[in-house]
């Protein structure tokens, strides 16, 4: 049971490139969420899906787009990146938001140049 | 909204000693808290959870936490730390509709032998 899984794990991007981050959940879980950690700010909420075909923008939003084609796999895609998207981003999957426990994958440390 | 309130971005203490992690919440509706850990390198896991009843909630490592309605507090606590308890402490916060968690900033608990 591989849980949450991130790809990749290291990434360096010039600004303007483009990039996808990768989180696929083997649990069913419904719910996946993508978390961006910058020292002092905590976990930001960027977009979350509360099922396939289904995404909300959370609390930062801008510059990331998400879709849910399948229950499994839910990628963030950066459209031109920014120095300001350096960051930790996490995927996380839970059975549903709420009351329910969130899996966390291990992280993809993204810098942008 | 909800938000979460960490009160202490680091707290140092030294081996063996008594910790408490602070965390106060805001919320207008019946809330869910969690606390999860962070260690270095690492995505989160949860600690532990409150969803109803007993006010005291015991989790892995040692770890508890209570619940304080009226102080809207739900602060984390270890009787004894040890050196592998040094990583980053998030509280967090759901409620019972279909909206993502919120986390507070972290504490960054550092135990020095």
């Known amino acids: 049971n591989a849980g949450v899984t991130q790809t990749p794990k290291f990434q360096v991007l010039k600004t303007g490139q483009s990039m996808t981050l990768q989180c696929a959940q083997d649990?069913?879980?419904?719910?996946m969420s993508w978390y961006r950690q910058d020292p002092g700010m905590g976990l930001r909420l960027i977009h979350y899906?509360?099922?396939?075909?289904?995404?909300d923008q959370g609390e930062v939003p801008n510059g990331y787009n998400v879709s849910r084609s399948t229950t499994e796999d839910f990628p963030l895609r950066l459209l031109s990146a920014a120095p300001s998207q350096t960051s930790v981003y996490f995927c996380?999957?839970?059975?549903?938001?709420?009351?329910?426990?969130?899996?966390f994958g291990a992280g993809s440390r993204l810098t942008v140049l | 909204a909800q938000s979460v309130t960490q009160l202490d971005s680091q707290v140092p203490v030294f081996e063996e000693a008594p910790v408490e992690l602070r965390c106060n919440y805001s919320?207008?509706?019946?809330?869910?808290l969690f606390w999860y850990v962070q260690y270095p390198n690492q995505g989160l896991q949860l600690l532990l959870k409150?969803?109803?009843?007993?006010?005291l909630v015991k989790g892995i490592n040692g770890f508890e936490a209570e619940f304080n309605k009226s102080q809207t507090s739900f602060h984390l606590r270890k009787p004894s730390v040890h050196i592998s308890d040094t990583a980053e402490y998030f509280c967090?916060?759901?409620?019972?509709?279909?909206?993502?968690?919120?986390f507070g900033k972290g504490t960054r608990l550092s135990v020095i032998a």
């Open positions: 996380a999957s839970s059975y549903g938001s709420g009351a329910n426990v969130l899996t």
């Open positions: 649990m069913n879980h419904e719910y």
């Open positions: 899906s509360v099922g396939a075909g289904i995404t």
């Open positions: 919320s207008s509706v019946s809330v869910y």
């Open positions: 409150y969803l109803s009843g007993s006010t």
């Open positions: 967090a916060v759901g409620d019972s509709g279909n909206t993502p968690l919120v």
